[in-house]
């Protein structure tokens, strides 16, 4: 290069070193940490920097069009950072230090400066409220016709279910009425389908719910949707209107099929005769019994069309798990403190839904013993109630026996490994958690709850005892007990357990309505840079609508590094980020249909015929696919490296992935020399154990990819500072010796 355009690179990287240093400083005089005259050197040297770029400017005509290159390549907050340097330049004198201590925090402020969806939603904030954010934020969450075909999946199983556990009641606690009771609700669904539907479509127009007012799915405030809302905000809440529909839909079915089971029973039980003798005036025949349920019917409802029978009225609020939460109870703690912290609702959007959803698991166990409610009911002096309590308990331990044949048969998979090589190689084969696998298809259930838990259960339960011994299978169990009693119960032992581990554990936390409390959980507990940077870009995509992913349904893996990354994985006009892949260097397949992204309750994977990837997965050993990050230390950074409108990290794959690699891997797997191993694998993980089939075929992998790196350096693939990939592998190897010495680095980037 000419030395104008070194000057250019050398002015361009001084000064952004230099601004970031300042910043960094800036942020330890903010905490305290350092002093002003510390803080008003480090300004000093800014602004002496830019003042040698405006003497180099002023002295040649060539040296002002570098100068120009230099700001005019800037982002806006380091050319907003020259204007302020260059009113710095005429601070009034006698003002001092006052003065440039302003400045530093006109720069600050620049370097602050909120781009893309973040001075979006900072002006939302700034203009409407917390409120009107987490609106936005639930809305996009629930805008996938996905989530609402779950949502309507689960009512459904609901209400099929109830009706089925108080027959068996009625069979174990010998009560005949409960049984009528029972049926009668169960043909109630049938009889009573078309009025739930068209109540359901007038409270979608009126925005409100109209059997149980003010009680939503959602915890929104009150007068939550706003009747006289413009087009573009019915179209922003339709999603929670649409699941407030629905809601409404099987509240209504439920609570109708339970006042015409419950009124059927108490008619027979009290000798109500069902011959039809009588007659209306358009001649259809009716007995005493239908007169006696069509009185109790009336009597169900006011004249709003509000359900004022209460028993039918919590049934209904329970299989729609709606029911409010009780007073002094820490799940209505959580609720007021969410409620009247709005901003806490970014990391838990929903709080009685999955408390209900917890109590649904826990009363169908021995466990709902410990909630007062159940005990209640268990107990209750009304025969009916009580075949019905029993009949929860019948029905869950007829579930977990059902979950544990199918678990020990590895016809269920329980949760994803946490080792992020592990569990891709596991998806990679078509594998998916919390499913049924029947043949060479797993069926997700991971989010038909209630039910779908007591699956989920047995089946991280089977996986975690299939590697412990007999007395850690025991101690396991009963840390299992003690946790299901600390999360279940929202009565009076919430504390027991509550640090304890087990399968519930691994359940709990895979679940989508706590996902933003788990991820921040995670994050905040995590030592590594990268997931605090994950959890951050993860957040801002979250404001994305739900819809638009689903409908794109991207068929690769996607690596987002930044947020222009998130915002490609989830809006199908913004271009592709870069694909994921694995060990061999190949892009890694969703193997999902677009049916399944956008709208099937129940996901369909099939397995893949990969003899490769079966057995990384059988060898349990997490092979690490090629980094953005090489070199020592990671200081080079491939996607910084580019050629033809490709950066190195992709190219690096290609080659990898189009070499005899996976040939040779598939024929290593199936000689005898690989089968006469003694071991899968290595006893550390440091792969050091020579005799295992794991590091054969590391060595394999790590062969490859050195050719690869080989092939790659020749092909001259350079950063925006002319840098080539090879000079930078070159540079920081000599850096590893320069810095011994306290020498300049050379760049590697």
Same mark, same amino acid.
């Given at each position: 290069?000419?030395?104008?355009?070194?000057?250019?690179?050398?002015?361009?990287?001084?000064?952004?070193?230099?601004? *970031? #240093?300042? /910043?960094?400083?800036? !942020?330890?005089?903010?905490?305290? &940490? %350092?002093?002003?005259?510390? @803080?008003? +050197?480090?300004?000093?040297?800014?602004?002496?920097?830019?003042?040698?770029?405006?003497?180099?400017?002023?002295?040649?005509?060539?040296?002002?069009?570098?100068?120009?290159?230099?700001?005019?390549?800037?982002?806006?907050?380091?050319?907003?950072?020259?204007?302020?340097?260059?009113?710095?330049?005429?601070?009034?004198?006698?003002?001092?230090?006052?003065?440039?201590?302003?400045?530093?925090?006109?720069?600050?402020?620049?370097?602050?400066? *909120? #781009?893309? /969806?973040?001075?979006? !939603?900072?002006?939302?904030?700034? &203009? %409407?409220?917390?409120?009107? @954010?987490? +609106?936005?934020?639930?809305?996009?969450?629930?805008?996938?016709?996905?989530?609402?075909?779950?949502?309507?999946?689960?009512?459904?199983?609901?209400?099929?279910?109830?009706?089925?556990?108080?027959?068996?009641?009625?069979?174990?606690?010998?009560?005949?009425?409960?049984?009528?009771?029972?049926?009668?609700?169960?043909?109630?669904?049938?009889?009573?389908?078309?009025?739930?539907?068209?109540?359901?479509?007038?409270?979608?127009?009126?925005?409100?719910?109209?059997?149980?007012?003010?009680?939503?799915?959602?915890?929104?405030?009150?007068?939550?949707?706003?009747?006289?809302?413009?087009?573009?905000?019915?179209?922003?809440?339709?999603?929670?209107?649409?699941?407030?529909?629905?809601?409404?839909?099987?509240?209504?079915?439920?609570?109708?099929?339970?006042?015409?089971?419950?009124?059927?029973?108490?008619?027979?039980?009290?000798?109500?005769?069902?011959?039809?003798?009588?007659?209306?005036?358009?001649?259809?025949?009716?007995?005493?019994?239908?007169?006696?349920?069509?009185?109790?019917?009336?009597?169900?409802?006011?004249?709003?069309?509000?359900?004022?029978?209460?028993?039918?009225?919590?049934?209904?609020?329970?299989?729609?798990?709606?029911?409010?939460?009780?007073?002094?109870?820490?799940?209505?703690?959580?609720?007021?403190?969410?409620?009247?912290?709005?901003?806490?609702?970014?990391?838990?959007?929903?709080?009685?839904?999955?408390?209900?959803?917890?109590?649904?698991?826990?009363?169908?166990?021995?466990?709902?013993?410990?909630?007062?409610?159940?005990?209640?009911?268990?107990?209750?002096?009304?025969?009916?109630?009580?075949?019905?309590?029993?009949?929860?308990?019948?029905?869950?331990?007829?579930?977990?026996?059902?979950?544990?044949?199918?678990?020990?048969?590895?016809?269920?998979?329980?949760?994803?490994?946490?080792?992020?090589?592990?569990?891709?190689?596991?998806?990679?084969?078509?594998?998916?958690?919390?499913?049924?696998?029947?043949?060479?298809?797993?069926?997700?259930?991971?989010?038909?709850?209630?039910?779908?838990?007591?699956?989920?259960?047995?089946?991280?339960?089977?996986?975690?005892?299939?590697?412990?011994?007999?007395?850690?299978?025991?101690?396991?169990?009963?840390?299992?007990?003690?946790?299901?009693?600390?999360?279940?119960?929202?009565?009076?032992?919430?504390?027991?357990?509550?640090?304890?581990?087990?399968?519930?554990?691994?359940?709990?936390?895979?679940?989508?309505?706590?996902?933003?409390?788990?991820?921040?959980?995670?994050?905040?507990?995590?030592?590594?840079?990268?997931?605090?940077?994950?959890?951050?870009?993860?957040?801002?995509?979250?404001?994305?609508?739900?819809?638009?992913?689903?409908?794109?349904?991207?068929?690769?893996?996607?690596?987002?590094?930044?947020?222009?990354?998130?915002?490609?994985?989830?809006?199908?006009?913004?271009?592709?980020?870069?694909?994921?892949?694995?060990?061999?260097?190949?892009?890694?397949?969703?193997?999902?249909?677009?049916?399944?992204?956008?709208?099937?309750?129940?996901?369909?994977?099939?397995?893949?015929?990969?003899?490769?990837?079966?057995?990384?997965?059988?060898?349990?050993?997490?092979?690490?696919?090629?980094?953005?990050?090489?070199?020592?230390?990671?200081?080079?950074?491939?996607?910084?490296?580019?050629?033809?409108?490709?950066?190195?990290?992709?190219?690096?794959?290609?080659?990898?992935?189009?070499?005899?690699?996976?040939?040779?891997?598939?024929?290593?797997?199936?000689?005898?020399?690989?089968?006469?191993?003694?071991?899968?694998?290595?006893?550390?993980?440091?792969?050091?154990?020579?005799?295992?089939?794991?590091?054969?075929?590391?060595?394999?992998?790590?062969?490859?990819?050195?050719?690869?790196?080989?092939?790659?350096?020749?092909?001259?693939?350079?950063?925006?500072?002319?840098?080539?990939?090879?000079?930078?592998?070159?540079?920081?190897?000599?850096?590893?010796?320069?810095?011994?010495?306290?020498?300049?680095?050379?760049?590697?980037?």
């Amino acid at each position: 290069t000419d030395k104008g355009d070194s000057i250019t690179i050398a002015l361009r990287m001084a000064f952004n070193g230099v601004l *970031k #240093n300042h /910043i960094n400083k800036d !942020l330890l005089h903010q905490a305290g &940490k %350092l002093s002003d005259d510390e @803080i008003l +050197k480090s300004f000093d040297l800014l602004q002496s920097l830019y003042r040698l770029d405006r003497q180099i400017g002023k002295n040649t005509g060539r040296m002002l069009a570098v100068r120009k290159e230099l700001i005019e390549g800037s982002k806006r907050s380091k050319r907003k950072t020259m204007d302020i340097l260059e009113q710095a330049e005429i601070i009034p004198k006698g003002e001092g230090d006052k003065a440039t201590l302003k400045m530093i925090e006109k720069v600050r402020a620049a370097n602050k400066e *909120k #781009n893309g /969806i973040m001075a979006v !939603l900072d002006a939302v904030r700034s &203009k %409407l409220g917390i409120n009107a @954010i987490n +609106k936005f934020y639930i809305n996009a969450l629930l805008s996938n016709p996905k989530t609402h075909a779950i949502n309507m999946t689960s009512n459904a199983i609901m209400a099929l279910i109830r009706p089925m556990e108080q027959y068996m009641g009625g069979v174990l606690s010998m009560n005949k009425n409960a049984r009528i009771e029972a049926i009668s609700t169960a043909a109630g669904i049938i009889k009573y389908y078309q009025d739930s539907f068209i109540m359901a479509r007038e409270a979608f127009k009126k925005s409100d719910s109209i059997l149980d007012r003010n009680n939503f799915k959602v915890d929104l405030q009150r007068n939550a949707f706003n009747r006289k809302a413009g087009i573009a905000t019915k179209v922003v809440e339709s999603p929670t209107r649409f699941l407030s529909a629905e809601d409404e839909f099987f509240k209504q079915l439920n609570y109708r099929a339970k006042v015409y089971g419950m009124a059927v029973a108490e008619g027979i039980r009290t000798g109500k005769s069902n011959k039809k003798i009588f007659k209306t005036a358009d001649g259809r025949k009716y007995s005493e019994l239908d007169a006696f349920v069509e009185q109790r019917f009336d009597e169900a409802f006011a004249p709003n069309k509000e359900g004022i029978n209460k028993v039918a009225l919590e049934y209904a609020q329970e299989n729609t798990f709606t029911k409010a939460l009780g007073k002094g109870t820490p799940g209505k703690f959580v609720q007021d403190a969410v409620n009247g912290v709005p901003f806490l609702r970014q990391f838990m959007p929903f709080v009685r839904t999955p408390v209900n959803i917890m109590r649904a698991v826990q009363d169908r166990t021995p466990l709902g013993f410990a909630r007062k409610q159940f005990r209640d009911e268990y107990f209750s002096p009304d025969a009916n109630i009580r075949a019905a309590a029993r009949g929860k308990i019948a029905m869950g331990s007829s579930l977990f026996l059902m979950s544990g044949i199918l678990a020990y048969n590895n016809m269920l998979t329980g949760g994803i490994p946490k080792d992020r090589n592990l569990r891709r190689q596991k998806f990679d084969t078509g594998w998916r958690p919390y499913s049924l696998k029947l043949g060479d298809k797993y069926y997700s259930y991971e989010r038909l709850d209630p039910f779908g838990m007591f699956l989920g259960l047995a089946a991280d339960f089977h996986e975690i005892a299939l590697e412990v011994s007999e007395d850690e299978r025991n101690q396991l169990a009963e840390a299992n007990m003690l946790y299901v009693m600390s999360k279940m119960d929202i009565d009076d032992y919430t504390t027991l357990g509550a640090g304890s581990l087990g399968a519930l554990a691994k359940n709990v936390t895979s679940k989508t309505y706590l996902k933003s409390l788990t991820d921040i959980l995670y994050a905040a507990s995590s030592n590594d840079p990268r997931e605090h940077k994950k959890y951050a870009l993860n957040k801002m995509g979250s404001f994305v609508p739900n819809i638009l992913k689903g409908a794109m349904n991207d068929p690769l893996y996607r690596d987002a590094r930044n947020l222009t990354d998130t915002l490609k994985t989830r809006v199908p006009f913004l271009g592709d980020a870069t694909p994921s892949f694995n060990a061999l260097g190949e892009t890694r397949s969703r193997n999902q249909s677009w049916w399944d992204s956008f709208i099937n309750p129940v996901t369909v994977s099939e397995e893949k015929s990969d003899v490769v990837m079966s057995e990384f997965d059988r060898l349990g050993v997490g092979f690490e696919p090629l980094g953005t990050k090489q070199g020592y230390n990671g200081n080079i950074d491939l996607t910084k490296f580019t050629k033809d409108g490709k950066n190195a990290y992709v190219r690096w794959n290609e080659i990898l992935g189009s070499s005899n690699m996976r040939k040779e891997l598939e024929q290593l797997i199936g000689s005898k020399f690989y089968d006469g191993l003694l071991k899968d694998k290595p006893i550390d993980e440091t792969l050091n154990y020579k005799s295992s089939k794991a590091t054969q075929i590391k060595k394999v992998i790590n062969r490859y990819k050195r050719m690869a790196r080989m092939q790659l350096l020749r092909e001259g693939f350079i950063t925006e500072n002319n840098l080539s990939l090879s000079d930078a592998y070159m540079n920081d190897k000599r850096n590893q010796s320069i810095a011994k010495f306290g020498g300049t680095l050379l760049p590697t980037e």
